[in-house]
């Protein structure tokens, strides 16, 4: 089983950054691709960004394609959102999850962490 925590949320400024976290429980994290997801209030939840099980491969929505890093450290259990330059439109819940990168399935989801960018 693999439980994940979301931290590093709060209050910013637009054109400022937040870095958020993924930590991971659980010895079969490494096998997962890891997604952010984040939704916005009366909005769907939608892709953000996600990275392979190896760290060698990532993509990312377009709408922060430029803007955000997603990173992972097998050693630590842990996966990492650096967020610059945000926007009012990047306000949302953000969630990490633990899946398959070819099917884009995910079977572990975190609580969510909130992030608010003001304008």
């Known amino acids: 089983q693999v439980q994940l925590v979301e931290s590093g949320g709060g209050l910013v400024q637009a054109g400022k950054s937040l870095r958020l976290s993924c930590a991971a429980s659980?010895?079969?994290?490494?096998?997962?691709?890891v997604g952010w997801f984040r939704q916005a209030p009366g909005k769907e939840r939608e892709f953000v960004a996600r990275?392979?099980?190896?760290?060698?491969?990532?993509d990312y929505a377009d709408s922060v394609k430029g803007r955000f890093t997603i990173s992972r450290d097998n050693a630590k259990n842990t996966v990492s959102l650096q967020m610059n330059s945000l926007k009012p439109e990047d306000t949302a819940v953000y969630y990490c999850?633990?899946?398959?990168?070819?099917?884009?399935?995910?079977?572990?989801w975190g609580q969510g962490t909130e992030v608010t960018v003001s304008s």
């Open positions: 999850a633990a899946g398959n990168w070819r099917t884009s399935f995910y079977v572990h």
């Open positions: 659980g010895r079969t994290f490494n096998w997962y691709a």
């Open positions: 990275i392979t099980w190896s760290g060698d491969s990532t």
